[in-house]
């Protein structure tokens, strides 16, 4: 009897079946690390890498290098499935921003836009008290 043959056996088949033509590209840059996510338009993710992911470690992940070889990753799977035009939305204060938009230029994927998303209170909580070094 076949127990867990679902946990096991990746469906890759029925992932790369799926056409999306048109998607967004979510680049969230934080100091330490830069995750890139690539969804349809609906939101649901289709790929998705980090600079942790590519191997980098400690702080190189932080570096726009790391960003720009996540990006490719994220993003050379979902070319594979015929996506052509992408939006962008940025998050976050990282030196990745650049880093992961200069991937996705390279890529050939065509955007309309690259949105800043990133949050900005409007006198939310109070922040953690300054940091002593």
Same mark, same amino acid.
């Given at each position: %009897?076949?127990?867990? @043959?679902?946990?096991? &056996?990746? @469906? &890759?088949?029925?992932?790369?079946?799926?056409?999306?033509?048109?998607?967004?590209?979510?680049?969230?840059?934080?100091?330490?690390?830069?995750?890139?996510?690539?969804?349809?338009?609906?939101? #649901?993710?289709?790929?998705?890498?980090? =600079? &942790?992911?590519?191997?980098? #470690?400690?702080?190189?992940?932080?570096? %726009?290098?790391?960003?720009?070889?996540?990006?490719?990753?994220?993003?050379?799977?979902?070319?594979?499935?015929?996506?052509?035009?992408?939006?962008?939305?940025?998050?976050?204060?990282?030196?990745?921003?650049? &880093? =992961?938009?200069?991937?996705?230029?390279? @890529?050939?994927?065509?955007? #309309?836009?690259? #949105?800043?998303?990133?949050?900005?209170?409007?006198?939310?909580?109070?922040?953690?008290?300054?940091?002593?070094?």
């Amino acid at each position: %009897p076949k127990v867990g @043959s679902r946990r096991n &056996g990746r @469906s &890759g088949a029925r992932k790369s079946a799926r056409r999306i033509p048109k998607g967004v590209i979510h680049v969230q840059a934080s100091f330490n690390n830069t995750i890139v996510t690539v969804t349809d338009v609906r939101g #649901r993710v289709i790929s998705w890498s980090s =600079a &942790g992911t590519c191997g980098f #470690r400690g702080t190189r992940r932080g570096t %726009p290098f790391a960003a720009q070889t996540a990006a490719g990753n994220a993003i050379r799977a979902v070319v594979d499935q015929g996506m052509q035009r992408a939006e962008v939305m940025i998050k976050g204060p990282g030196l990745g921003r650049d &880093g =992961a938009l200069r991937a996705i230029r390279r @890529s050939g994927i065509l955007f #309309r836009f690259v #949105r800043d998303v990133t949050p900005m209170p409007h006198n939310g909580c109070r922040p953690p008290k300054k940091r002593r070094v």
